[in-house]
């Protein structure tokens, strides 16, 4: 995706804006969605339409017109109508950060920020994050903002991934919240669109190669996931035990083990490979020379890392 993508938004994207907040809203969200991130504060049409005129602080990016992402932000003034951002404002006075103690005149409030799950994890957030860093900038030295603690994934990207910095915790109507701080002055290093993701699948291809070559258990034990279905070249559908057991066994012994026309596709927290590989080696004594099509679905979760789920396998003459 390039930057024409993403826009300081006018009233006509209100309509899919709203359509994007209530699919990712905390009281609407697919229960199966909620540990990948929502949203909490509610936005009517009205208070986008200001956000809007008043504020210019609704950015947006689209790809081929579709809406994939928006991003918020405002003066504390326009905040104040929602009691946690009166309740943050309050506390904001007891922070220093970049030699100045925080208020309403050298900061502003952002958030909320929302990725359709299609696009996530490919750098649109990033993008996202710093055209709407460089638009405030030009108002304010501070970017505030909060996440709730059982968000974890916006809390690794805005940390790891983006660089906001905590500064303080706070609780409010029984739930726990970050609140974190940026310098709008510091440009984000923007990533190429998937790349960084693209190379970590191609790392752990890699390792499961290298893994296979020398039948090391305790590497494909931890890239495996524990529900793994594989089907065999023969049609045999395996588990991830079948598979240990098979390189424990000691009866199967690759010589060389060769990739070529890796394809790799990246759906927000799954991967799909495509591989051609070049086995040969010995099974039993026998020894084999063959050529076999894998298509494997590698897969993310909470706080571990990329692990195969599935995979399918294809002798090709
Ligand atoms: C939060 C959100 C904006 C982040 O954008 P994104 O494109 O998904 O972010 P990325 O995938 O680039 O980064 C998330 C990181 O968290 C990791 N991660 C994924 N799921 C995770 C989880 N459940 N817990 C912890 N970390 C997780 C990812 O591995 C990734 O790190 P990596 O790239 O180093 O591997 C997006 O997920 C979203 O819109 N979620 C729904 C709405 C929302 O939560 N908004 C934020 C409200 S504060």
Not at 54 to 79: C, K, N, P, T
Not at 192 to 198: R, S
Not at 252 to 267: C, P, V
Not at 273 to 285: D, I, P, R
Request: include cysteine.
């Amino acid at each position: 995706m390039t930057n024409s993508g993403i826009a300081v938004a006018k009233l006509a994207d209100i309509d899919d804006v709203l359509a994007l907040q209530f699919k990712y809203h905390v009281a609407s969200i697919e229960a199966e969605d909620k540990s990948s991130g929502f949203v909490t504060t509610l936005f009517t049409r009205d208070q986008l339409k200001s956000l809007i005129d008043d504020e210019s602080g609704l950015f947006v990016v689209r790809q081929d017109g579709a809406l994939i992402a928006y991003a918020m932000a405002a003066s504390w003034g326009y905040w104040s109508q929602w009691p946690i951002f009166a309740h943050m404002l309050k506390g904001l006075h007891e922070v220093e950060y970049c030699g100045q103690r925080l208020s309403a005149a050298n900061s502003y409030q952002y958030g909320p920020v929302c990725v359709a799950k299609a696009a996530r994890g490919r750098g649109v957030l990033e993008r996202l994050f710093d055209f709407a860093r460089a638009q405030m900038a030009k108002r304010y030295p501070i970017l505030v903002t909060f996440i709730n603690k059982i968000n974890t994934r916006s809390f690794a990207a805005h940390t790891r991934k983006l660089g906001l910095e905590v500064i303080q915790e706070f609780e409010f109507n029984g739930n726990q919240y970050h609140e974190l701080v940026y310098d709008t002055a510091k440009p984000l290093k923007v990533p190429a669109t998937g790349g960084k993701i693209e190379k970590r699948i191609r790392d752990a291809e890699e390792r499961l190669r290298l893994a296979m070559l020398g039948s090391d258990v305790a590497a494909l034990d931890e890239l495996l996931a524990p529900e793994l279905v594989f089907t065999s070249h023969l049609g045999q559908v395996i588990g991830k035990e079948d598979d240990l057991d098979f390189h424990r066994s000691g009866l199967f012994k690759l010589n060389e083990l060769t990739a070529s026309e890796q394809r790799i596709q990246i759906h927000g927290g799954v991967a799909v490979v495509c591989v051609l590989m070049h086995l040969s080696g010995s099974y039993a004594g026998a020894s084999f020379d063959s050529r076999i099509r894998y298509t494997r679905v590698w897969s993310i979760v909470q706080n571990q890392p990329w692990r195969i789920v599935a995979g399918h396998a294809s002798a090709v003459a």
